[in-house]
Nanobody, 125 residues
Framework: QVQLVESGGGLVQAGGSLRLSCAAS????????LGWFRQAPGKEREFVAS????????YYADSVKGRFTISRSNAKNTVYLQMNSLKPEDTALYYC??????????????????WGQGTQVTVSS
């Protein structure tokens, strides 16, 4: 099992930036894919971005493409989500997740095995 701890959330004005981090422990970090998801009040958890074990394959949701960047440091056992040009509709609880069964990333929440507790991102207009 992989333990994941997110950090970096906060309150930011529209157009601003935040960088989320997710530190992992347990398992062999460089062997599994990782993803970021978010959930707004009253809505289902949705895919944001995912990255392969090596970092060479990346997927984004259309809603964040061109604004968000996912990256990982296998030396630091950490995955990041750089969020630029934030919009009020980006307000949500952001989770990172590990897909221990695959090196290539997927996009559905049910395909991920381990989850962090989440970090809140609030974008004011």
């Amino acid at each position: 099992q992989v333990q994941l701890v997110e950090s970096g959330g906060g309150l930011v004005q529209a157009g601003g930036s935040l960088r989320l981090s997710c530190a992992a422990s347990g398992g062999t970090f460089s062997t599994y894919a990782l993803g970021w998801f978010r959930q707004a009040p009253g809505k289902e958890r949705e895919f944001v971005a995912s990255v392969s074990a090596s970092g060479g394959v990346i997927y984004y949701a259309d809603s964040v493409k061109g604004r968000f960047t996912i990256s990982r440091s296998n030396a630091k056992n950490t995955v990041y989500l750089q969020m630029n040009s934030l919009k009020p509709e980006d307000t949500a609880l952001y989770y990172c997740a590990a897909d221990r069964d695959r090196k290539i990333p997927r996009r559905e929440p049910y395909e991920f095995d381990d989850w962090g507790q989440g970090t809140q991102v609030t974008v004011s207009s």
